[in-house]
């Protein structure tokens, strides 16, 4: 049996090393150190069952770089879309893959344009930090990850890619790898599988593919085909379908010059029947997705750009929130603003880490989190996260689009992107 504090000196070993340098040895560990990590580390696979408004499970599967129209002539995505709703105006946030992976997680690009190695500080909260406020159990699965919580750079370390790191969002976080259980939350197919079998699977999941079935490193063709094993199986099993929502969707679009849409569809248990095969064209991020958790469990907001996010209509029916329609034209998402992550292209700016906002009741009406209160109390928040549509503004894209909403009392509301 593995003891805690093997397990804490282990992890504490590899959180020494989480500061924005990495020692190439916390990069790229040795085999010894990852056979060994092998044989110690066990997977943690928490179970709940904590009912939520519009389901009582999500699933999310990232696919990558495709152009939404490429992901739609496939013939597997489609199909699949058929089975449940087609979400066509669904936005990726930015370019290239590690900043989408990181917003879904937290709420924030922090600025990040490139796909380095990035640690982000404790003081950074995420997704992880509001499903424990409920104890609602949640998890990853990475296909290849040579063990739960790894946190090298890639794996294997060279070769064909199949593990990276860049499309693990969080990993990326101090507040996951500095805790003890957290990152052995973080598993592979695998455990997946065993998760599966013992009905020990998480209420909220991110799943990613490896670099092949992702379409990364192969084509939509390859990925569809993934889909098509992958899913319709866990579509037919009762114990991971019922009450479940599942998205897939992609982590960017292909085109950075194309407004950043990209394929999304919602399958499983939790979409009403008469909903199935058809499409729902309310404006979507993936900071929705973090709204909408929040909505449906009752959770509060991390004070980022989910404060302002539409939520899901499946959700925001149920709450009775009502979501803003955006005005299009203009509207790509595909740059990226000053941060400390950020390689570069803001070197005239401060690369201050953004404070979020700590007060306000956020789309999904539970306010923001206290850890993040507690945080940033009496700082005033980097931008206008009520909005929707998140800043985006390297060259003034995005800047003056108009968003707007009519209550059911009548009243107009509106803003416009600045
Ligand atoms: C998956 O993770 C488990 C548990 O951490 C590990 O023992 C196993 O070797 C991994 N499997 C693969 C295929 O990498
Ligand atoms: C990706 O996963 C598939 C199985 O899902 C496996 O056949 C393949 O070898 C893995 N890696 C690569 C680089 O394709
Ligand atoms: C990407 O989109 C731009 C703008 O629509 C277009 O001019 C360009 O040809 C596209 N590039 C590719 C490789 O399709
Ligand atoms: C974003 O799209 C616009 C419009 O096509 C283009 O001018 C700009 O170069 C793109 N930005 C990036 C970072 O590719
Ligand atoms: C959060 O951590 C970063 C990096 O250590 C630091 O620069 C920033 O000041 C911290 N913010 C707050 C509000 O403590
Ligand atoms: C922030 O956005 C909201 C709408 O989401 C708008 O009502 C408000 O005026 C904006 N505040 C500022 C300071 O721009």
Not at 337 to 349: A, C, I, K, R, T
Request: overall charge negative; aromatic content about 12%.
């Amino acid at each position: 049996m593995f003891t805690k504090q093997t397990l804490s000196a282990f992890v504490g070993a590899l959180a020494l090393a989480a500061a924005k340098t990495i020692p190439a040895s916390d990069e790229y560990p040795t085999a010894a150190e990852i056979a060994s990590a092998q044989e110690s580390v066990l997977p943690y696979s928490p179970v709940s069952n904590v009912k939520g408004l519009a389901f009582n499970r999500f699933a999310q599967i990232w696919i990558e770089n495709t152009d939404y129209q490429t992901a739609a002539d496939d013939v597997n995505f489609a199909k699949l879309a058929k089975e449940g709703i087609l979400l066509t105006n669904y936005f990726a946030l930015t370019h290239p893959s590690e900043p989408n992976y990181a917003a879904s997680a937290a709420g924030d690009t922090f600025g990040m344009d490139n796909d380095d190695f990035h640690q982000l500080p404790a003081n950074i909260s995420t997704i992880a930090d509001i499903l424990d406020t409920k104890r609602i159990s949640w998890g990853q699965y990475q296909e290849d990850l040579p063990y739960a919580g790894y946190q090298g750079y890639r794996y294997p370390e060279s070769g064909a890619n199949e593990y990276v790191r860049k499309h693990d969002p969080l990993i990326l976080f101090d507040s996951v790898t500095n805790d003890a259980v957290r990152p052995r939350q973080i598993k592979n197919f695998t455990t997946f599988y065993e998760d599966l079998k013992h009905h020990s699977i998480p209420q909220y999941m991110f799943i990613t593919p490896n670099m092949t079935n992702d379409a990364h490193d192969s084509d939509i063709t390859v990925a569809g085909d993934f889909l098509e094993r992958f899913v319709p199986p866990l579509l037919r099993n009762e114990y991971f379908s019922k009450d479940t929502l599942m998205l897939v969707t992609f982590d960017e679009s292909g085109n950075y010059s194309v407004p950043n849409r990209v394929y999304s569809f919602l399958v499983g248990g939790a979409v009403p029947e008469h909903l199935k095969g058809t499409t729902d064209d309310t404006f979507y991020t993936h900071y929705s997705i973090i709204a909408s958790l929040s909505a449906n469990w009752g959770l509060p907001s991390l004070g980022r750009w989910d404060c302002g996010a539409n939520l899901l209509k499946l959700v925001a029916e149920k709450t009775g929130y009502v979501n803003y329609e955006v005005d299009y034209d203009g509207l790509y998402l595909n740059e990226t603003y000053p941060g400390p992550l950020s390689d570069g292209d803001y070197s005239e700016y401060e690369p201050l880490w953004s404070v979020p906002a700590t007060s306000g009741s956020c789309s999904a009406g539970h306010g923001i989190a206290d850890v993040v209160k507690k945080t940033y109390h009496g700082l005033k928040p980097t931008y206008n996260y009520t909005s929707p549509i998140p800043y985006d503004a390297k060259t003034g894209n995005n800047v003056g689009l108009k968003y707007f909403r009519t209550l059911k009392n009548g009243k107009k509301q509106s803003g416009i992107t600045a």
